[in-house]
């Protein structure tokens, strides 16, 4: 991607790699270095899409469920 904002993370999950910055969206790529895809917002537990975040980690659990904090 370009210029995705401030604060990235990068995590495992599944068979791909997942990227997010500061107020991004959510990218995937199948290796750490990209090429990466834009695939999507957040949204919170109710469906609602979330609107502003900082400084975000991306924590994929042994469960397979996939958590933004």
Same mark, same amino acid.
């Given at each position: +991607? @370009?210029? !995705?904002?401030?604060? +990235?993370? &990068?995590?495992?999950?599944? %068979? ?6 500061? @107020?991004?969206? *959510?990218?995937?790529?199948?290796? #750490? *270095?990209? #090429?990466?895809?834009? !695939? @999507?917002?957040? &949204?919170? #537990?109710?469906?609602? #899409? *979330?609107?502003?975040?900082? %400084? +975000?980690? !991306?924590? +994929?659990?042994?469960? @397979?469920? *996939?958590?933004?904090?």
């Amino acid at each position: +991607p @370009g210029d !995705i904002g401030y604060a +990235p993370t &990068v995590a495992r999950h599944r %068979d791909r790699f997942l990227l997010t910055a500061s @107020g991004a969206g *959510l990218w995937e790529a199948a290796h #750490p *270095l990209g #090429p990466w895809t834009e !695939i @999507g917002g957040f &949204v919170s #537990p109710d469906g609602r #899409p *979330l609107e502003r975040w900082l %400084d +975000p980690m !991306i924590f +994929p659990d042994d469960d @397979g469920r *996939l958590y933004l904090y």
